[in-house]
């Protein structure tokens, strides 16, 4: 009851999809926990000065690629579904399309905090945002969260080295 979560269709031409959308369809969100985990562990520059490209990426906007912008047009009834997704993903009333550029305030917003260091306060606005009563995140999520290390598969490909994720996620 009240749970923000609801099915989209998608189409994809011959055939369409149901997708769930909405906070109560949102999953615990660990990229970046693992990305700040593999700065930590492998980086050599600070975190800001590792973050101010995406910093000035999202804040100054770039321009969509065919490919992304391909998948936006399939993806165009999640992406305007709400009015907030509907201002990023189609500023001109219709979904950007390839060459159209991409801004996001909010996300410059907020990898500014992380470079900060304030990731407890992130924390606890996932958890206003995307809790009980319209989503299902809860405090145990996020005190139960983790990032996984796995040894590499290696591959030699001509003088390259390439490190590839182990089975399953191959």
Not at 17 to 26: D, K, N, S, V
């Amino acid at each position: 009851e009240g749970l923000d979560f609801l099915g989209v269709e998608v189409s994809f031409g011959p055939t369409t999809q149901i997708f769930h959308a909405g906070r109560g369809a949102t999953a615990f969100p660990n990229l970046l926990p693992g990305l700040l985990a593999m700065q930590r562990d492998q980086g050599r520059l600070p975190l800001a000065t590792v973050m101010q490209p995406a910093i000035e990426f999202a804040e100054n906007g770039v321009p969509l690629s065919a490919q992304v912008a391909g998948i936006a047009n399939i993806l165009e009834p999640i992406l305007t579904l709400t009015n907030e997704t509907r201002a990023l993903f189609a500023p001109h009333g219709h979904v950007l399309k390839a060459g159209e550029i991409f801004k996001s305030p909010d996300l410059a917003h907020l990898l500014r905090r992380v470079a900060s260091g304030e990731l407890t306060l992130i924390q606890n606005e996932l958890l206003s945002h995307f809790g009980l009563p319209l989503g299902r995140l809860s405090a145990a999520d996020l005190a139960a969260q983790q990032v996984l290390t796995h040894t590499p598969v290696m591959v030699r490909l001509g003088d390259y080295d390439v490190a590839l994720n182990p089975p399953p996620s191959s």
